[in-house]
């Protein structure tokens, strides 16, 4: 989704004021774990006390806002940057600063239930996503035959 900077304020504002933002997926890039229509919970999280595989709704430098796993943090140019990368992206978004964050996701609500990141099938994924990148891969291929053949 994009969205200009001054949107991405208001979104600061309102999920730091509120204690929460809920926001509709939009793409394929966290399948299957989020998506396309799941409604994702985020609220305001201390970058420092982030884990492997918490995922991050942020603001990109190509000012779309993305919900990314956490993998870890990188010093460049003096600077600490967070990386993230979607579960069927082969690689990762370009590493952002801790003012672009917007949240952590605390729930996905979808169809017929609510999935928090502590629940044993979210953890299971997550374990499984970041043990073996070769699925983001399957994954790409699996999602791309399913969208030839609906077109």
């Known amino acids: ?19 929460w933002l809920e926001l509709p997926a939009f793409g394929y890039s966290m399948y299957p774990f989020i998506r396309q229509g799941n409604l994702c ?3 305001p999280c201390d970058t420092s006390s982030l884990k492997k595989g918490d ?14 796993r956490f993998i870890g943090t990188k010093w460049i140019n003096h600077q600490q940057r ?16 801790e003012e672009r964050v917007l949240g952590k996701l605390v729930s996905v609500q979808k169809q017929h239930f609510k999935l928090s990141p502590n629940h044993f099938i979210s953890k299971l994924w997550g374990k499984l996503i970041l ?15 399913k969208w030839k053949l609906q077109y």
């Open 131 to 145: 043990t073996f990148p070769c699925l983001s891969g399957i994954l790409q291929k699996y999602l791309n035959r």
């Open 41 to 43: 919970r985020f609220v």
């Open 1 to 19: 989704m994009l969205i200009d900077e001054h949107t991405f304020i208001l979104l600061k504002s309102t999920i730091n004021k509120d204690g």
């Open 82 to 97: 967070i990386l993230l990368k979607g579960d069927t992206n082969l690689g990762f978004d370009l590493p952002i600063g």
């Open 55 to 68: 995922i991050l709704l942020f603001h990109s430098q190509d000012c779309r806002l993305i919900a990314h």
